[in-house]
């Protein structure tokens, strides 16, 4: 809730809101509509929402507000350079905010070197899945039950999860694709090229070798390689300079 904290909740849906109003020809009705009442509703609430017999139903009514407006967006937005270039961006973020939240658990959640494997980890491992709406997803196709292993291989590598980061790799190098080759924007060919060489690098990888060579720097490698593409996306295509998209 702190307005001063770009990253907050708060601050994000005040953003979103604000692109939407400077970009409002472009965006549905049904767009604007949805994020106004969000951005409402949120502004509006008092500390009151974040103790903790509130907490879970409040997380779970932004959840289903951003998954509202994704699903108004997708059915709503004409398909045109404007869709094109909301979808490469939101499949950057969903990879992105992956790896942060394999990485988080990785490192901040277990209590101690002794707890690998038990039930506290795998308790924890569970509740990863979880935050990425993956666990329906993750027990149909992944045998064994859930395993650090599994998980971090289902979230990472697996090609059809929407929220995995291969998939979401694979996408945006798809859509900007089709922005430069289609609808005529030629620009961001490091990009690009750094989406297409990460995609064939995740394709070729298992979650065995990613262990081996050190998760916490494969995945720190991975947020490098999304940042740099979004350097160059954001410097082709709406003239930012480089220290600005960096800092």
């Not at 005040?14 to 994020?35: D, F, K, V």
């Not at 929402?49 to 932004?62: E, K, S, V, Y």
């Not at 979401?168 to 750094?194: I, K, M, N, T, Y």
């Not at 991975?222 to 003239?239: E, M, N, W």
Request: with cysteine.
């Amino acid at each position: 809730m702190d307005r001063a904290n770009p990253t907050s909740i708060v601050s994000a849906i005040a953003a979103a809101r604000e692109n939407a109003r400077a970009l409002r020809p472009l965006i549905s009705t049904e767009m604007w509509a949805q994020l106004n009442v969000f951005h409402k509703w949120l502004s509006e609430l008092e500390p009151g929402a974040l103790r903790p017999g509130n907490l879970t139903r409040l997380l779970n009514r932004i959840k289903e507000a951003c998954q509202t407006h994704t699903g108004i967006t997708d059915g709503t937005l004409h398909r045109d350079q404007s869709s094109y270039i909301y979808r490469l961006g939101r499949m950057i973020e969903r990879a992105d905010q992956t790896t942060r939240l394999i990485d988080f658990k990785y490192h901040a959640l277990l209590p101690s070197p002794g707890d690998v494997g038990s039930q506290i980890d795998i308790g924890q491992w569970d509740v990863v899945l979880r935050s990425a709406a993956a666990h329906h997803a993750y027990l149909r196709v992944v045998a064994g039950g859930v395993t650090p292993a599994g998980v971090a291989g289902f979230l990472l590598l697996h090609p059809h999860f929407p929220r995995a980061v291969t998939f979401c790799v694979g996408e945006a190098d798809r859509l900007l694709g089709v922005l430069r080759d289609r609808h005529a924007l030629p620009g961001a060919a490091a990009a690009a090229q750094g989406l297409r060489a990460l995609r064939v690098s995740l394709g070729a990888l298992s979650i065995e070798a990613v262990i081996v060579g050190g998760l916490h720097e494969f995945l720190d490698q991975v947020q490098r390689r999304l940042i740099a593409a979004t350097d160059d996306l954001s410097t082709a295509y709406f003239g930012a300079a480089k220290s600005q998209t960096q800092s």
